[in-house]
T-cell receptor, first 113, second 108 residues
Framework: SQTIHQWPATLVQPVGSPLSLECTVE??????LYWYRQAAGRGLQLLFY??????ISSEVPQNLSASRPQDRQFILSSKKLLLSDSGFYLC????????????FGSGTRLTVV | KNEVEQSPQNLTAQEGEFITINCSYS?????LHWLQQHPGGGIVSLFM???GKKKHGRLIATINIQEKHSSLHITASHPRDSAVYIC??????????FGQGTRLTINP
């Protein structure tokens, strides 16, 4: 069966520090991968999505970047965190043939101090 | 105006009541999803709909493509149903557009 792993679960980082959040999917190949952010009191916002290795689409201009070095690995990064980067980050995957819905990771709660 | 609008934003009910959460959207979609987010933040996918109606246990989801409207119903509600329920629509490139969510509280 397919599973998605996201870590860490919580993270407190100082302003200006780098960030790396990792997401991996098991049990499927060539998934579509997504990073979402949920700011406090707000809805989910798509940050990045990827339909294949090295293919990254960005939805909003921001201080973050994403990479997909392997088929089932999706990484969210920042060189220098801002206070406004605080939020709840969710990784998700869907099948490339659209036969299934979305499966979400357990999320990372990031607090930038 | 948001592309996906949910109502109500907050809903408090007594255990056993029949619950309805509504979702209206303004864009063309290939599918609509209902998601459940618990206080810890984790999200579970409840339904994926492209037409008609689906049922899973006490949960029922319906969609009317012509009216661009979907409803999520919970029968015999229970305190463990307390969560944020999110409607999301899938447009092009499989991207989801999310509603703001409905915070449901079921009191015992």
């Amino acid at each position: 069966s397919q599973t998605i792993h996201q870590w860490p679960a919580t993270l407190v980082q100082p302003v200006g520090s780098p960030l790396s959040l990792e997401c991996t999917v098991e049990g499927t190949s060539n998934p579509n991968l997504y990073w979402y952010r949920q700011a406090a009191g707000r809805g989910l916002q798509l940050l990045f999505y990827s339909v294949g290795i090295g293919q990254i689409s960005s939805e909003v201009p921001q201080n973050l970047s994403a990479s997909r070095p392997q088929d089932r690995q999706f990484i969210l990064s920042s060189k220098k965190l801002l206070l406004s980067d605080s939020g709840f980050y969710l990784c998700a995957w869907s099948s490339s043939d659209r036969s299934y819905g979305y499966t979400f990771g357990s999320g990372t709660r990031l607090t930038v101090v | 105006k948001n592309e996906v609008e949910q109502s109500p934003q907050n809903l408090t009910a007594q255990e056993g009541e029949f619950i309805t959460i509504n979702c209206s959207y303004s864009v063309g979609i290939s599918a609509l999803h209902w998601l459940q987010q618990h206080p810890g933040g984790g999200i579970v996918s409840l339904f994926m709909l492209s037409s008609g109606k689906k049922k899973h246990g006490r949960l029922i989801a319906t969609i009317n493509i012509q009216e661009k409207h979907s409803s999520l119903h919970i029968t015999a509600s229970h305190p463990r149903d307390s969560a944020v329920y999110i409607c999301a629509v899938r447009g092009g490139a499989q991207k989801l557009v999310f509603g703001q969510g409905t915070r449901l509280t079921i009191n015992p």
